[in-house]
């Protein structure tokens, strides 16, 4: 039994670093619990209900801000809710050790992803395939920094889907929103504008996370007991980060979180090879 | 860079006005749904300090789904059961609720105001892997 007056103040800190970041909480979340003795499986399942909460909250002033693509979401959506129930699935059967090795390879993925992912400076529309204009995978939001409209469409939707189905498993193995995979996709494969990859990538977590809690209710890895303060503590810590993320410089954050994820990643593989 | 002029017509003009709304429906939503969530999780913690003497609610969930698991604790609240177990029970409740209940607003939103079958079909094939999950037992 892990006392509340530590569960609470690391969940905190889980959402403050992963809100500051953009990975989410999950990614700090599950190695810290591990570390205060929780089993791996018990983790995950916790990470993963919050993750629902931290994502909503955020996708709903997203939302509001007509930001978010809900098309792209929508269609998105039916790959990676299989993927999450597939990468549950393979959590409930697996032993802990792949598990541990699994999400220190995911870290190490996301640090990757931090040191290449592009800013909205970079990004330029490209040629839509006939596939994609027939899902309707385009759209305009008002850009406050650019001080005008921009207009995109989305790009290789045939490509996306498979790779989200990919998002999506690994999500709901390792419940984690796996935000900075999606943002890649969206960003890399489907040519969205960071800013509408964020934040409807932001929206699909939420789904993409119910499927795999789904699975963890039923098998009883859902403790109210310890779920209980990681998802107030977790959302509470989102919002202190989404706030301090405006007075700090993006260059200091990445390179703070750069060396927190490679820490957690190596301490993670480590822990599965030794058992 | 990516600018497109041409969206400027009254039809484009209308879908837009409707997806705009459909935006603010699904942002209101999600916020209500999280609030609430937290609202009564918070709650049933501090009830159970106040009676016990600490926060630490001991109990396992175990063989049930998310449909059975909400009645079961809307019975217990209708009969007058009401505990900090059941409220942090709700309150997990709620929170998986939330982003289904967002989907199904979609489904009715792009069947009957923007009258899309191809998202109408694709929200609800969203809507039918998720309700599946959701009564695996």
Known sequence: MVSYYVLFPVSVLAGFVGAMSGMGGGIILIPALTLLGVDIKHAIAISILSVIATSSGSASAYVRDHITNLKVGMFLEMFTILGALAGAAITLASSPRPLYIAFGLVLLGSWIALLVVGDDESWHAGPQDSISRWLELEGSYYDSSAGRVIHYRARRAYLGAPLMFGAGVIAGLLGIGAGAVKVLIHDLVMGLPPKVSTTTSNLIIGVTALAGTSVYLVHGLIHPGLAAPVVVGIVIGAILGTRTLVRLSNKSVRKFFLIVLIILAVEMIVRGIRG | ?137
Not at chain 2, 91 to 109: D, E, K
């Open chain 2, 1 to 137: 860079m990516g600018t497109r002029p041409e969206m400027t017509s009254a039809q484009h003009g209308d879908s837009n006005s409707s997806s705009r709304k459909m935006d603010l429906l699904v942002g209101y939503l999600l916020l209500i749904g999280v609030a609430l969530s937290l609202a009564q999780i918070a709650v049933g913690l501090c009830w159970n300090f106040l009676r016990t003497g600490h926060f630490w609610i001991d109990y396992q969930l175990g063989g049930t789904n998310l449909f059975e698991f909400t009645l079961a604790e809307f019975c217990a609240t209708a009969a007058g059961n009401l505990s900090p177990r059941t409220l942090v029970d709700g309150g997990v409740a709620v929170l998986m609720l939330t982003p289904y209940l967002r989907v199904f607003a979609s489904m009715l939103y792009f069947m009957f105001a923007l009258k899309n079958w191809k998202y109408s079909l694709f929200t609800a094939i969203v809507l039918g892997i998720l309700t599946f999950s959701l009564f695996l037992r």
